[in-house]
């Protein structure tokens, strides 16, 4: 019997809205915060190529650094390492928000109430840079109280689709694997991890974000295939009190 919903958060819970104005003041603070005399373009590239190869690194090993590691041995290595670690967390924050705006679905939180309503336990499990940006949003928008675990990869190092990360949530909310549906929008990641793990369900909501910035190809199959957050009222009813 399926009472535990966990949910990813990136392009699941929230979606990205482009703002060139936001991401340019994002860029600009960036450089201004490290100190950098490079021209931007230059500065941009040499650090996107920085990005890209330690995104290459994690998803072979399934492992993610924290915040200070991820800037002070992969992104900006040859910065001084006191000065690229106090501003850790700042510069994970910018480098997102050159993306643009991250905000929730329209309907999350009245569907995380609704669930809470029926009976249902819920969580998070993400791949995320950042330690703080997701606990800030929830706090935020109101949604803190609707999530018993929160788990982070950037905190606790293992990354989806490591089953490990999906064991590690099912103790921590306590709750067997065949208890616990997972909500996410990666095709093959979030339903290869749920599956190696034994959840009893796995959904994917069709964000078509997901699959211009990682193309692959679809080869594993949810359970259930929704449009909106919302439509998750419809796969689990009440829970019997």
């Known amino acids: ?16 809205v482009k703002d060139k104005e936001f991401s340019a003041a994002a860029e600009s603070e960036l450089m201004r915060l490290v100190g950098t ?24 090993t399934m492992l993610d650094a924290s915040e200070m ?4 041995q992969h992104l900006l290595p040859d910065y001084p390492t006191e000065m690229i670690c106090g501003a850790a967390g700042r510069l994970t924050r910018l480098w997102r928000d050159r993306d643009g ?7 999350v939180k009245d569907t995380l109430t609704e ?17 703080t940006e997701i606990p800030d949003w929830m706090v935020t928008d109101g949604v803190a109280r609707f999530f ?5 990869s950037s905190k606790v190092r293992v990354r989806k689709p490591d089953p490990a ?14 208890n616990c549906a997972y909500v996410g929008d990666n095709p093959i990641r979030d339903v290869e991890g749920t599956r190696a793990a034994g959840y009893g369900m796995m959904i994917r909501i069709d964000e078509p974000d997901t699959l211009v910035n990682e193309p692959q190809e679809i080869t594993l199959h949810p359970d259930h295939t929704i449009q909106n957050i ?5 796969i689990f009813p009440p829970l019997a009190k």
């Open 1 to 16: 019997m399926i009472d535990t919903v966990i949910f990813d958060v990136g392009n699941t819970l929230r979606v990205v």
């Open 37 to 60: 005399a490079e021209g931007r373009e230059a500065f941009f590239a040499r650090l996107e190529a920085n990005w890209q190869r330690y995104r290459k690194e994690c998803k072979h």
């Open 69 to 72: 590691e991820l800037w002070s």
């Open 101 to 107: 705006r991250r905000v929730a679905r329209p309907d």
């Open 115 to 131: 669930l809470a309503r029926r009976g249902y336990t819920q969580g998070i499990i993400a791949n995320t840079i950042t330690e």
């Open 148 to 152: 018993k675990t929160v788990v982070l």
């Open 165 to 178: 990360i999906y064991l590690l949530t099912c103790r921590a909310i306590g709750k067997p694997p065949e």
């Open 230 to 234: 919302s439509d998750l009222l419809k």
